[in-house]
């Protein structure tokens, strides 16, 4: 069964910490996606990698950075934390081609931070 | 800039009902359209992709339709019961294929036994 797996399920931090959300999936897929979810406002992008070493930012990069050293992890970086980050953060990943836009989704990472 | 929407934002329906979700878009120009189904804290899951040349697609008691000129898309639901009860979500790329999704907010189907 193909899988998504993010590391954390539920994290608290403190306003300035800096925060790594790690995504790993085992289905040898080029595309990994970071979206934030929140209530009224639906998902939005946040960065996507299309290959090892590389990324591109989405809509809502600001606060934001990512590093993708392998091609099974996606890290998502808060290098200084805000509370206006506290978010659901969802993982994402998908092949090339005319599988692109079917996403297998991780359960996701609810962050709070204080 | 495409936009999806999604009425109602919440349903509740006693068992058994069939129920109709709604999706619209912006643009009429979309490459496909999906529909996502997620569990309260969890992760979505994909249900149905539409791909713009189709003009529906059916698996088990689910039946999504897509009308292109019309920018909009319905996710059928036939017999609903309580495990139905989740958000239902539909995205469309934001261009071709590159997994670049526009998500609408969410239908919140409580389906009562």
């Known amino acids: 069964d193909v899988k998504v797996t993010q590391s954390s399920r539920y994290l608290v931090k403190r306003t300035g910490e800096k925060v790594f959300l790690e995504c790993v999936q085992d289905?040898?897929?080029?595309?990994m996606f970071w979206y934030r979810q929140d209530p009224g406002l639906g998902l939005r992008l946040i960065y996507f990698?299309?290959?090892?070493?590389?990324?591109e930012k989405g809509d809502i990069p600001e606060g934001y950075s990512v590093s993708r050293e392998k091609k099974e992890r996606f890290s998502l970086i808060l290098e200084s934390a805000s509370t206006n980050q506290t978010s659901m953060y969802l993982c994402?990943?998908?092949?090339?081609?005319?599988?692109?836009?079917?996403?297998?989704f991780g359960a996701g990472s609810r962050l709070t931070v204080l | 800039k495409q936009e999806v929407t999604q009425i109602p934002a919440a349903l509740s329906v006693p068992e058994g009902e069939n129920l109709v979700l709604n999706c619209s878009f912006t643009?009429?120009?979309?490459?496909?359209l999906q529909w996502f189904r997620q569990d309260p804290g969890k992760g979505l899951t994909s249900l149905l992709l539409?791909?713009?040349?189709?003009r529906e697609q059916t698996s088990g008691r689910l039946n999504a339709s897509l009308d292109k000129s019309s920018g909009r898309s319905t996710l059928y639901i036939a017999a609903s019961q309580p495990g139905d009860s989740a958000t239902y979500l539909c995205?469309?790329?934001?261009?071709?294929?590159?997994?670049?999704?526009?998500f609408g907010q969410g239908t919140t189907l409580q389906v009562k036994p």
């Open positions: 539409i791909q713009s040349s189709q």
């Open positions: 990698s299309y290959d090892v070493k590389m990324k």
């Open positions: 995205a469309v790329p934001s261009s071709s294929n590159t997994g670049k999704l526009i």
């Open positions: 994402a990943s998908s092949s090339p081609g005319s599988g692109a836009n079917v996403l297998t």
């Open positions: 289905m040898d897929h080029e595309n």
């Open positions: 643009d009429s120009a979309i490459y496909n």
